[in-house]
C-alpha cells in the first residue's frame, strides 16, 4: 500500500490568532482597591512628611519647637494661646485682663484666646493685641 502524501492546507498569515502579553494598562483593577491605593499613598505621605518634620499644620517652625511668647510684640499673640499665656508674658494681672475685656468671674486662665471669641461678645484676639499696644505705649 502506497500512502498517498499528505497535504496541509496553510492558512494566511493574517487569520491567525496571535497571543498578546499583558501589559500594565490593560490589568484590570477593581475600583475600590485602586481608591484605597490612592487614599493610602496621598495620607501616607501627608504623615511621612509631617514625622520628618517638613511639614508643620502649625506656623512658625517645624512643629518641633514650642511656640512662647517674649512679650515685647503683641502681633505674636495667636487664637490657640491661654488666657495665663498672655497675663504672663505681657506683665497684666488677671484682674485688669478680665475686667478690660468683660470676661465672666469664673473663666479658667487655661481659656484659649479663641474660646473666649465665642463666650464673650466683642472680644477677639486683634482687640487684645491692640490693647497691648497701646498699654504698652504709656
Not at 70 to 96: H, L, R, S
Not at 110 to 125: A, C, D, R, Y
Request: net charge positive; with cysteine; hydrophobic share 35%.
Amino acid at each position: 500500500m502506497s500512502q498517498s502524501p499528505v497535504t496541509t492546507e496553510r492558512r494566511p498569515h493574517r487569520d491567525r490568532v496571535i497571543p498578546t502579553r499583558n501589559r500594565w494598562r490593560s490589568l484590570p483593577v477593581n475600583i475600590f482597591l485602586f481608591i484605597l491605593i490612592g487614599l493610602a499613598l496621598f495620607l501616607g505621605t501627608c504623615q511621612g512628611v509631617q514625622s520628618l518634620g517638613w511639614w508643620s499644620t502649625l506656623g512658625g517652625g517645624t512643629g518641633s519647637e514650642k511656640a512662647t511668647i517674649t512679650g515685647t510684640n503683641p502681633e505674636e499673640i495667636k487664637g490657640w494661646m491661654t488666657i495665663k499665656q498672655v497675663i504672663d508674658a505681657y506683665k497684666v494681672t488677671p484682674e485688669e485682663f478680665f475686667k478690660q475685656f468683660n470676661i465672666p468671674a469664673g473663666t479658667s486662665p487655661e481659656t484659649p484666646l479663641n474660646q473666649l471669641e465665642k463666650i464673650v461678645e466683642g472680644f477677639s484676639v486683634t482687640t487684645v493685641r491692640d490693647w497691648l499696644k497701646v498699654r504698652a505705649a504709656k
